[in-house]
């Protein structure tokens, strides 16, 4: 092989480089306290919507009830969307004014 075989070859050559995958933004979903929604649909919320345990939802309950609101799940923008389209919906249907918020990481 000539010098010039040689160059030829490496001009064929091509690197391929990775595309950089960004992670998603996560969203925190937030339940707020307020004076008229009961203790006990909140922990009903928790275990169903953010499949906490009993103590666990408990536990998420008292410290919306104490400090006004609460973190209760950080998601993809999607998911959390759903989560908390799902709470309002049930608590409207039940006819409690909970609100559910999220807010970007």
């Not at 408990?58 to 950080?74: F, P, R, Y």
Request: glycine share 2%; with cysteine; net charge positive.
């Amino acid at each position: 092989m000539t010098k010039k075989d040689n160059m030829d070859n490496d001009a064929l050559v091509l690197t391929k480089s990775k595309p950089k995958t960004k992670k998603p933004s996560m969203y925190k979903v937030l339940l707020l306290n307020d004076d008229f929604t009961p203790m006990e649909f909140v922990v009903l919320i928790l275990e169903r919507f953010f499949n906490a345990d009993h103590q666990r939802a408990v536990s998420i309950m008292l410290t919306i009830h104490q400090k006004g609101l609460a973190v209760v799940g950080v998601y993809p923008h999607e998911i959390a969307e759903t989560k908390v389209t799902q709470v309002m919906d049930f608590s409207r249907k039940n006819q409690h004014p909970l609100q559910c918020t999220m807010e970007k990481e």
